[in-house]
Each structure stands twice: as C-alpha cells, then as structure tokens.
C-alpha cells in the first residue's frame, strides 16, 4: 500500500479542517481568516479558461508516427529521413462551430490537429475532416463563425444566418455539399480521415521547393452516421465520440492513420486550372497521386482532460525544417490567428505548458510574461546578438526563396478561374456520391433551409438554390421539390 501524503494548501502547509469553515462558536459568522476557505472559492472561480472561439468541444489523445516510405526527395526534415523513424504525437479532435456543451454528433466539420514532437522542434498539422474549407481569404473568418455561433438578437442557431452568408458567399458551396452529405457527421473520430486541407511546401536538401497536401487516411474504415442516427445520439449520448476514443484505446484498439501526401511542382502550380492554394478546392487524384509517408496510432489516454487537451495549442505557423507555407490566404492568416488566440487563452508562455513543450532544447531571448516557469533564461541575456551566450543563427535552417507570381499589390488580381465555385461541387454530386449518398444529401440539404424564416426566406433559397443549379441542375431541382418552393433558375 502507498504511503499516505498528507494534505495540504497550494503553498505546502499541512492542513486539517477541509470540511468545516472556522467560525465564532458552533453557530456564528465565518472568519476571514480561513485562508483555505478563501483559497479554495478563490480558485474555484478561476478554474475556468476562455472557452475557444472554434473547435471548442474536443478530444485527444497521445500516440506514435511512424516513417513507412522514403520521401526525402522532397523533404529534408529529420522525422523523414529514414524509413522507421518514429515521434510522439499528440491529437485533438473537435467539432468546430459548437460550445464546449455541444453534441458530438452535431453536422459539422471536424478538427484534425497533430503535433509532432520532433527532434527539430514541434511540428503542428492543423486542419479538419474535410479536403476543403468554407471560404478562402481569412478576411472572411470572423463573419463566418458569427453566422455559426448564436444570433445576437435571440441567442440561438440560426439556419436563416449560416444560408443567408452561404447564399451570398459561392465559394462556400463546396464545402456545403460535404457538410450537408452524410460526411457532414463521421461516426465518431476513430472513422474518419483527416487533413492538412491547405497547400503547404517540402523542401529537400537540395534546397527544391515543392508544393503538398497532407491526408490522413483513416484504417478503421470509414463510416458516417445518417441524419436519424445523429440525431438520436445527440440526445441519448452527446458525448459519444469522445467515450468511443477513450474506451477503445483503454481497451488497447489503437486507432491508425496513414499519412498520404500529394505533390506539385511550381510548373504544374503554373498551368494548374485552378489556383493551386486556393482552400475551397481539391487536387485530382487522378493528376496528383496519393503517396504514403507513415503511419500515426493513438494508443494513451490522457491522464487529465484539462491538463493535455484544454490546454494543447496547436498552429500551422510551428513547421520544422524541410516543411514550410504557401502563399494560401487561409493559411497566411491562420499563421497569426492561432498563436494570438493561444496568447489570449493561455498566456504569452503557453508553449512551455507540457502538452506543448518541444521534446528538443529551445533556445531564444524571449523573457518574462505570465506563467513563465521554466527558470525564464536565468542570468542569460534577453537580446541578439550578444557577446555573452552561445546562441547563434545557423545557416544550414535558411529558407529558400519563396516565388511569388507579381509584384503588384493586388486584391482583384486574381486567376481567371478563381470564381469557379461550381465545378468541383457539381463533380462530387454527380460522379462520387452513390444514389443513396445523393438522396441523404438532398434530403439533409431541405431539412436545413427549411429552417430559413422571416422575410428574406424566398430571397435567401432562391439565390442559394441558384448556385446549386450551376453546379448539378437535378440537385436544384429535387431541393427545390423538398421545399415546396416555385424555383425558377436566374
């Protein structure tokens, strides 16, 4: 048996009455100077951390990556250097539009986020359950959370809201089509795939620059939960895709990833039809095969909730050598959005929280802040250069130039193809969904807009039942039967 430990305040005193507040006789007022009395409601009402504005609602877990292919001729990062390597990981799954409250089931896109605790620091892959996204300029974020979050007037979801911007917002269409297909809720984590979604870059040791996507490929099969079903375990078991990560990894079944990239050369970004960083559409398979990196398992639960996965912080700005952006706009603006939301959540050190902490030595002239606990550099000077530590910027981690198309100043500069909302939607309607993948897909389609009210109700379907005419004209069609409503195409 374990020796007892003794109980005892934050500061180390021993303490007995933990139950009971001091008072003046058995019946009077209670003394302030209960310290513990004190201690204890004063940090109670500070448990609580800012909730994230997106992917609040998540679940992680710990686990291994391992190197299955040779892919050096594109990437001279370390982790793939040789087949076999392996490195920690940590994985946060999340529904992105709902509070921490929130059902699992809910129809909603879901985050994917993996570090990687490599030998060159940390290297954060953050994205969803999706290969695309809803809009592609980070100007557009913030409107478009609002139209999935709580209308101001009623606090409540507002179908009318999220139609009205998609309606207004084409290139939302894709993305719509996934979300209101069965895909829009995965049974569970364990059955669904995973990705980067934006176009990042390798580069390899000769200093080549590529173009990559990242895909994680899901071995338990992929399954999804019709719109019924969904339904019922929202209310019958709203934490359902956390309990199904925990008990089967408790159980020892793993759940497994491969890790697939795929590939572009700077010429074929040049003549690609469409704008090869742009968020809202995918790269065809058939052109820009899958190719195998490793393989990812989860295998250890967290043993504390908030310790691991409130307080992980990922962002796509925390890449390692031999990985790097792309001139994506989304990704551009994630590159700011992260970090500040994590400053602003946990505190300008909240990488030297454990959950985030690089399995490496880190080495820079960042002092101070809240919560810094990790002996703040000590006596070592806090600029650079300096005559005095032995710090220095190594060469060899310099980045190639990056190319860039113009150098003109532009926003409406853009590719001729870059307002092609429709093609890749109509494709996944027509040639990927199955009959019955379509039939859910439209039926889920009428049971969200017909939550559209007030007086802009026939203005809002008819402008969103247009861009679902330019992509599939039978898609229109039946959504317009579902709704009863007399479409006729502008």
């Not at 392996?86 to 994917?112: L, N, Y």
């Not at 809803?134 to 979801?157: A, C, E, G, V, Y």
């Amino acid at each position: 048996m374990k020796d007892k430990k003794k109980l005892t305040t934050a500061s180390g005193r021993s303490y007995y009455e933990n139950e009971d507040s001091l008072t003046v006789g058995p019946r009077g007022p209670v003394l302030l100077q209960d310290y513990y009395l004190q201690e204890k409601n004063a940090h109670f009402n500070r448990e609580r951390i800012p909730e994230r504005v997106v992917h609040a609602k998540g679940s992680g877990a710990f686990g291994t990556f391992t190197v299955t292919n040779d892919i050096t001729k594109y990437t001279k990062a370390k982790l793939f250097s040789k087949v076999g390597n392996k490195c920690r990981v940590f994985v946060r799954f999340s529904t992105v539009g709902g509070e921490k409250g929130s059902a699992d089931t809910e129809r909603d896109p879901r985050g994917f986020a993996v570090k990687f605790y490599t030998e060159e620091g940390n290297w954060d892959l953050v994205g969803n359950n999706t290969p695309v996204f809803f809009i592609k300029d980070s100007k557009k974020f913030p409107d478009f959370i609002h139209t999935q979050k709580r209308d101001p007037k009623t606090n409540l979801k507002s179908p009318t809201m999220m139609w009205d911007y998609w309606s207004l917002n084409p290139e939302s269409l894709h993305q719509v089509m996934i979300l209101f297909s069965d895909r829009g809720t995965p049974d569970g984590y364990r059955h669904m795939n995973g990705y980067g979604s934006h176009t990042f870059s390798m580069i390899n040791d000769k200093n080549e620059r590529i173009w990559v996507k990242f895909h994680f490929k899901t071995r338990q099969g992929n399954k999804t939960l019709n719109a019924a079903q969904a339904e019922e375990l929202k209310g019958k078991d709203p934490d359902y895709a956390q309990r199904d990560l925990v008990e089967s990894i408790e159980k020892g079944n793993f759940p497994k990833w491969t890790l697939k990239i795929q590939v572009m050369t700077n010429e074929q970004a040049k003549t690609f039809k469409w704008n090869p960083f742009d968020i809202t559409k995918v790269w065809p398979h058939a052109e820009y095969p899958l190719i195998e990196a490793g393989v990812m398992e989860l295998n250890e639960v967290p043993k504390n909730y908030f310790a691991n996965v409130e307080q992980a912080a990922f962002a796509p700005a925390h890449t390692v050598n031999g990985i790097g952006l792309s001139p994506d706009k989304m990704l551009q603006g994630r590159i700011f959005a992260y970090p500040d939301a994590h400053r602003y959540r946990l505190g300008a050190n909240y990488e030297q929280i454990p959950v985030n902490r690089p399995v490496t030595e880190v080495s820079h002239h960042q002092r101070d802040g809240f919560m810094n606990v990790d002996g703040n550099g000590g006596d070592s000077p806090n600029y650079f250069p300096n005559s005095f530590d032995n710090i220095e910027a190594d060469k060899s981690y310099k980045e190639p130039p990056l190319p860039l198309d113009s150098n003109i100043a532009d926003i409406y500069d853009r590719n001729e193809n870059d307002d092609d909302h429709y093609t890749q939607a109509g494709a996944l309607f027509r040639v990927v969904m199955n009959d019955m993948e379509k039939q859910n897909t439209i039926s889920n389609i009428v049971g969200g807009m017909s939550g559209i009210t007030g007086p802009k109700r026939d203005e809002i379907i008819q402008r969103q039942l247009n861009h679902f005419y330019k992509a599939d004209k039978e898609l229109a069609e039946k959504i317009a039967r579902g709704l009863g409503f007399n479409f006729k195409p502008d």
